[in-house]
């Protein structure tokens, strides 16, 4: 599976954007997917996830401003992030994995794409 994150950007604290990741492979329907952001100094985190039975989970910093979805049709899969803040500032990764349930353990998304950059300013 190979993944291909975009929409990253420059934004004011309280807009929005929209990330999108585009999966490679005929079996995408099949994986759990997430995203994860990684700010300077800072470990990588999870942000949200989605299982191939479309169950989603999100970080507590980011529940009820951000939500993801996916189109298996496109083997896309989207992270629309609203009312952002500054500490969202970050780049943030698509990942996937062979996954049975909607997971954050980073450990278990074997594949991962370049990420796409978003600054939030305040």
Do not use: H
Not at 11 to 22: E, I, P, T, Y
Not at 40 to 47: A, C
Not at 73 to 98: F, H, I
Request: glycine fraction near 12%.
């Amino acid at each position: 599976v190979q993944l291909q994150a975009f929409g990253g950007g420059l934004v004011q604290a309280g807009g929005s954007l929209r990330l999108s990741c585009a999966a490679s492979g005929r079996i995408f329907s099949t994986y759990g997917m997430g995203w994860f952001r990684q700010a300077p100094g800072k470990e990588r985190e999870f942000v949200a996830a989605i299982s191939w039975s479309r169950q989603t989970d999100y970080a507590d910093s980011v529940k009820g401003r951000f939500t993801i979805s996916r189109d298996n049709a496109k083997n896309t899969v989207y992270l629309q992030m609203n009312s952002l803040k500054p500490e969202d500032t970050a780049v943030y990764y698509c990942a996937a994995g062979r996954l049975g349930t909607v997971t954050s353990n980073i450990d278990e998304y074997n594949y991962w794409g370049p990420g796409t950059l978003v600054t939030v300013s305040s």
